[in-house]
């Protein structure tokens, strides 16, 4: 039972240009939603994260969008650069409890100089 | 940003021997603190959830006599994989949550550590 799906596996976007990544849940209990960056054998590194009473969040080139009625939310990257080629991971939470994090399977990046 | 590290990054053991991986909140403190595994080319999969001071919380499916948890500080859970089997062979990582930030009625964000890759030959 997969909660949280990222269905596109791989995303290849040119140097300069929007990188637009999509994560949908099934859980209407999740109100918590992060996204985070990942290079091989290395950790996570947290990007960004978005409450559900909002439905926006920015921070420099990467902005989360949340739309809760979908259930969809999506990340977007501009202008995307090559070192944003990576793994980006979606997860989210629910409010109670220990608040651990239900991920998505990834979506590898790829900027093209 | 939170720092959290692991120790060792790699390890190779023998089939049947037990294997510590190490996980530390550098410059917060963390009540729970939590490890993942990812196998080649999936999601990262919550294995348990470690509290300190308490036992571990483990997910469906976790044999917890295998994979040993203690939270013995507010800054230290250590995983121990006891007698390991090729197929546990994998990338474990732990992240820690900041304890001041939880307490204070927020959404703590989990900080990762960079993980331990383990071959059991």
């Known amino acids: 039972d997969q909660q949280v799906k990222q269905n596109s596996p791989s995303l290849s976007v040119q140097e300069g240009r929007i990188s637009i990544l999509n994560c949908d849940y099934t859980?209407?209990?999740?109100?918590?939603f992060l996204w985070y960056k990942k290079y091989p054998a290395e950790g996570p590194t947290f990007l960004i994260s978005?409450?559900?009473?909002?439905d926006k969040n920015e921070d420099g080139r990467f902005t989360v969008f949340l739309n809760k009625s979908a259930k969809h939310l999506s990340l977007h990257i501009v202008p995307s650069q090559p070192g944003d080629s990576a793994v980006y991971f979606c997860?989210?939470?629910?409010?109670?409890?220990?608040?651990?994090?239900?991920f998505g399977q990834g979506t590898r990046l790829t900027i093209n100089p | 940003g939170a720092v959290v590290s692991q120790h060792p990054s790699r390890v190779i053991c023998k089939s049947g021997t037990s294997v510590k991986i190490e996980c530390r909140s550098l410059?917060?403190?963390?009540?729970?603190m939590f490890w993942y595994r990812q196998f080649p080319k999936k999601s990262l999969m919550l294995m348990a959830t470690?509290?300190?001071?308490?036992?571990?919380?483990?997910e469906q499916g976790v044999e917890k006599d295998k994979f040993l948890i203690n939270h013995a500080s507010l800054t230290l859970s250590t995983l121990t994989v006891t007698s390991a089997h090729p197929e546990d062979s994998s990338f474990y990582i732990c992240?820690?949550?900041?304890?001041?930030?939880?307490?204070?009625?927020?959404?703590?964000?989990?900080?990762f550590g960079p993980g331990t890759r383990l071959t059991v030959l």
């Open positions: 992240s820690a949550r900041d304890w001041a930030v939880g307490l204070a009625g927020g959404r703590s964000t989990q900080y």
């Open positions: 859980n209407s209990m999740f109100d918590y």
């Open positions: 978005i409450s559900s009473i909002k």
């Open positions: 997860a989210a939470s629910e409010a109670q409890g220990a608040q651990k994090l239900v």
């Open positions: 410059d917060f403190q963390a009540t729970t």
């Open positions: 470690s509290n300190e001071g308490s036992k571990a919380t483990y």
